[in-house]
C-alpha cells in the first residue's frame, strides 16, 4: 500500500512542478507582451487617419478583469485547502502562489490600447479585425469583444474611460461594418 501511495505522491509533484512551469511560462510571456506595449501603442490620443489610443489605470484594469482576479486567488488558495488530503510538496506551496501573483499583477497593471481602420491593440497584441467578432457596446466599464473560432472561451474585454471606451466603440463599430472613410470625414471636419 505504501508503494502505491509513493507513486500517487511522485506523480502528483510531477503534476504540480509541470503546472508551476507553465504558469510561469504564461507569467513571462505575458510579462515580456507588457513591455513591449508602449512600442505597440506609442502615442495615446487621436491617431492619424482616425485611429485612437488610450492608456487605463489599476481601477479600470480591475473592472476589466475582475473574473479573473477572483479566479487566480481561488486557485492560489486550493492547494492549501487540499495540503492535507494531498500531502502536497512544502516548495509547491510556495511557489504555486508565487507565480499567480505575478500573473494577478499582469492582470491589474494599467495597459495600452489602439483602435485602427485595420487593428485592434490589446495587451500587447494586435488583433485584424477579420478575427474579432463585435457584439456592440451597450454602455459600462468594459467591451467584451471575441475571437472568432474560440466561441466563449477567449473574450477579449477592453478596459478604460468612459470617455475613452466611447471612442473606440465609434471606431471599432465603423471598421468591423466597413464604415471606416466616414469616421476619417467626421474627424477631419472636426479639425
Do not use: C, H
Not at 504564461?26 to 507582451?33: A, P
Not at 487617419?49 to 477572483?70: D, F
Not at 490600447?113 to 451597450?138: M, P
Not at 477567449?154 to 468612459?162: E, K, N, R, V
Amino acid at each position: 500500500m505504501s508503494e502505491i501511495s509513493t507513486i500517487i505522491n511522485d506523480g502528483s509533484s510531477t503534476v504540480g512542478f509541470v503546472a508551476i512551469g507553465f504558469v510561469s511560462a504564461i507569467v513571462i510571456f505575458d510579462g515580456i507582451r507588457y513591455f513591449t506595449m508602449e512600442r505597440e501603442v506609442p502615442f495615446l490620443g487621436i491617431l492619424p487617419r482616425g485611429g485612437y489610443a488610450w492608456s487605463t489605470t489599476v481601477r479600470m484594469e480591475y473592472e476589466r478583469n475582475w473574473a479573473n482576479v477572483i479566479t487566480i486567488l481561488v486557485m492560489g488558495i486550493i492547494p492549501v485547502l487540499l495540503n492535507p488530503i494531498l500531502d502536497i510538496p512544502e516548495i509547491q506551496l510556495i511557489l504555486f502562489p508565487l507565480v499567480l501573483g505575478g500573473m494577478l499583477v499582469l492582470q491589474l497593471v494599467p495597459k495600452r490600447y489602439a483602435v485602427t481602420k485595420d487593428r485592434l491593440s490589446a495587451d500587447g497584441f494586435s488583433f485584424d479585425w477579420e478575427n474579432i467578432v463585435w457584439k456592440g457596446w451597450k454602455g459600462g466599464t468594459r467591451i467584451v469583444l471575441q475571437r472568432r473560432g474560440w466561441w466563449i472561451l477567449a473574450p477579449l474585454p477592453i478596459g478604460g474611460s468612459t470617455e475613452d471606451l466611447e471612442q473606440a466603440t465609434l471606431r471599432i463599430e465603423a471598421a468591423v461594418t466597413g464604415k471606416w472613410a466616414e469616421i476619417e470625414a467626421i474627424l477631419q471636419g472636426e479639425e
